[in-house]
């Protein structure tokens, strides 16, 4: 059978696959559609085999929100190159795969990644994500996901620099307005900015501080005018530096960087939109992903590879 340019148009369309890809598709399965697809898929799951070793370090932290704003999910799905990230295409997935997010009961991503795809329940998860690589051409990983849910309030939300940084935050409240919103929305915004590792002090265990207090005592005695003070001061140092320390990582602790005066803390800046809207508000936690955190990223240096190609005509 003949494979004509409508044939090929239509099976790009249902697929997303390259023209070439389909035009060898329909020729190899005698322009039966259905066995096109599948030949297609099969050849997008080798294909992306073949991508995984490439490094995924760049992509998308997308949010997503219920409409009563009970529940929410961030997700972070890592693509090799910014050009993809910002990708219509892949920014579709991600929406796909946040709504996914929502719904699952997996309690950790090797769970989520091996049940049903949403979107197409004869592929898992992890399938649909090998279709989309062998489709966009680069390597993928659907990294982390968390939910947040909260009855007694609300979750807000917040997306820096088009999903380098995905934020939620869980308050509780018995007052829901736009003035408690937008506090939730500044709330969000410090989270971003100053990144944050504990909602409050309560939350720092023990063994940190016993850690930290060890390092800021060896600090002292390898200085030779420090290490001559009196242990009484030498102590009252060390634990003036842990308070120091707790507030630049404790988000209630944190000057507000919205502060007028550049004192007010996160804790102050809440407490006075609850007084002000008369309100009980606690900030009950969050969750902040960076694209990338924590991903060894691949240094191209393209004047070296470009002069060993030169080099090798």
Same mark, same amino acid.
């Not at 602790?253 to 006075?272: F, H, I, L, M, P």
């Given at each position: 059978?003949?494979?004509?340019?409508?044939?090929?148009?239509?099976?790009? *369309?249902?697929?997303?696959?390259?023209?070439?890809?389909?035009?060898?598709?329909?020729?190899?399965?005698?322009?039966?559609?259905?066995?096109?697809?599948?030949?297609?898929? *099969?050849?997008?799951?080798?294909?992306?085999?073949?991508?995984?070793?490439?490094? =995924?370090?760049?992509?998308?932290?997308?949010?997503?929100?219920?409409?009563?704003?009970?529940?929410?999910?961030?997700?972070?799905?890592?693509?090799?190159?910014?050009?993809?990230?910002?990708?219509?295409?892949?920014? @579709?997935?991600?929406?796909?795969?946040?709504?996914?997010?929502? *719904?699952?009961?997996?309690?950790?991503?090797?769970?989520?990644?091996?049940?049903?795809?949403?979107?197409?329940?004869?592929?898992?998860?992890?399938? !649909?994500? =090998? @279709?989309?690589?062998?489709?966009?051409?680069?390597?993928?990983?659907?990294?982390?996901?968390?939910?947040?849910?909260?009855?007694?309030?609300?979750?807000?939300?917040?997306?820096?620099?088009?999903?380098?940084?995905?934020?939620?935050?869980?308050?509780?409240?018995?007052?829901?307005?736009?003035?408690?919103?937008?506090?939730?929305?500044?709330?969000?915004?410090?989270?971003?900015?100053?990144?944050?590792?504990?909602?409050?002090?309560?939350?720092?265990?023990?063994?940190?501080? =016993?850690?930290?207090?060890?390092?800021?005592?060896?600090?002292?005695?390898?200085?030779?005018? *420090?290490?001559?003070?009196?242990?009484?001061?030498?102590?009252?140092?060390?634990?003036?530096?842990?308070?120091?320390?707790?507030?630049?990582?404790?988000?209630?602790?944190?000057?507000?960087?919205?502060?007028?005066?550049?004192?007010?803390?996160?804790?102050?800046?809440?407490?006075?939109?609850?007084?002000?809207?008369?309100?009980?508000?606690?900030?009950?936690?969050?969750?902040?992903?960076?694209?990338?955190?924590?991903?060894?990223?691949?240094?191209?240096?393209?004047?070296?590879?470009? !002069?060993?190609?030169?080099? @090798?005509?």
């Amino acid at each position: 059978m003949a494979v004509t340019a409508g044939m090929v148009k239509e099976l790009r *369309e249902m697929t997303g696959a390259g023209m070439m890809d389909c035009k060898k598709a329909l020729t190899a399965t005698e322009g039966d559609m259905d066995k096109a697809v599948e030949w297609l898929r *099969e050849k997008g799951l080798a294909t992306a085999q073949k991508k995984a070793g490439r490094i =995924a370090a760049e992509g998308i932290a997308m949010v997503k929100v219920s409409e009563d704003c009970k529940s929410a999910v961030v997700v972070e799905v890592n693509a090799e190159t910014d050009f993809v990230a910002k990708n219509e295409k892949f920014q @579709g997935y991600v929406a796909q795969v946040a709504e996914q997010a929502m *719904e699952t009961k997996a309690a950790d991503i090797e769970a989520f990644l091996a049940e049903p795809w949403k979107f197409d329940t004869t592929k898992t998860v992890n399938e !649909a994500l =090998a @279709g989309q690589i062998a489709v966009i051409g680069e390597n993928m990983n659907i990294r982390r996901f968390v939910q947040v849910k909260e009855e007694n309030g609300f979750v807000a939300s917040y997306t820096h620099m088009g999903g380098k940084i995905g934020v939620l935050v869980d308050v509780v409240t018995d007052v829901v307005n736009d003035a408690v919103k937008e506090m939730a929305k500044n709330v969000a915004m410090q989270i971003a900015a100053l990144k944050p590792l504990y909602t409050s002090d309560k939350e720092v265990s023990e063994d940190y501080i =016993a850690h930290e207090k060890e390092i800021l005592l060896a600090q002292i005695q390898n200085d030779p005018k *420090e290490s001559q003070k009196p242990e009484k001061v030498i102590m009252g140092m060390i634990q003036g530096r842990i308070k120091k320390e707790l507030k630049e990582i404790c988000l209630l602790d944190q000057v507000y960087v919205k502060a007028e005066d550049g004192k007010q803390s996160v804790g102050q800046y809440v407490a006075q939109v609850a007084k002000a809207n008369g309100a009980n508000i606690e900030i009950k936690g969050f969750v902040r992903y960076e694209t990338g955190e924590g991903i060894e990223k691949k240094q191209e240096d393209f004047a070296a590879e470009v !002069a060993k190609q030169m080099a @090798g005509n």
